[in-house]
C-alpha cells in the first residue's frame, strides 16, 4: 500500500558525512510521524532520530549534536544529516513512516541502507 525507498549510505572515513534519504510513494508524510533507525550486526534496531508532523524532533543521546533529521512533505522525503561520523555508526539505516493514531496498522519500513565508516 505505501512504499518507503531509502538511500544515501556509503563507506566514509572517521569525521566525514553522509546524507540519508527516504522517498515515500504515497503523500503520506503530513499526516505521519517519521523517523530513522538503524541495526549494527549482532545489535538490536534503535530509535536514531524521530521528527513529527509539526516538526518536534527527538534524538538519540550517542547522535545529539551530530545527526539533523528533517521532511519536507510536499516531496514525500525524509533525511538525515549525518556528521562528524565515528565508527560506532556502522550500521543498516532503516527509514520509518507511522499514523500515530493507529500506528499497529499503518506502519511503513523501508528496505535499509548501508552506512559503513573505517579508515
Known amino acids: 500500500q505505501v512504499t518507503l525507498v531509502d538511500s544515501g549510505g556509503d563507506l566514509v572515513q572517521p569525521g566525514g558525512s553522509l546524507r540519508l534519504s527516504c522517498v515515500a510513494s504515497r503523500s503520506i508524510f503530513a499526516a505521519y510521524t517519521m523517523a530513522w533507525h538503524r541495526q549494527a550486526p549482532g545489535k538490536q534496531r534503535e530509535l536514531v532520530a524521530e521528527i513529527t508532523t509539526d516538526g518536534t524532533t527527538t534524538y538519540a543521546t550517542s547522535v545529539k549534536g551530530r545527526f539533523t533529521i528533517s521532511r519536507d512533505n510536499p516531496e514525500n522525503t525524509l533525511f538525515l544529516q549525518m556528521n562528524s561520523l565515528r565508527p560506532e555508526d556502522t550500521a543498516v539505516y532503516f527509514c520509518?513512516?507511522?499514523?500515530?493514531?493507529?500506528?499497529?496498522?499503518?506502519?511503513?519500513w523501508g528496505q535499509g541502507t548501508q552506512v559503513t565508516v573505517s579508515s
Open positions: 520509518n513512516a507511522y499514523y500515530p493514531f493507529n500506528p499497529r496498522d499503518y506502519n511503513f
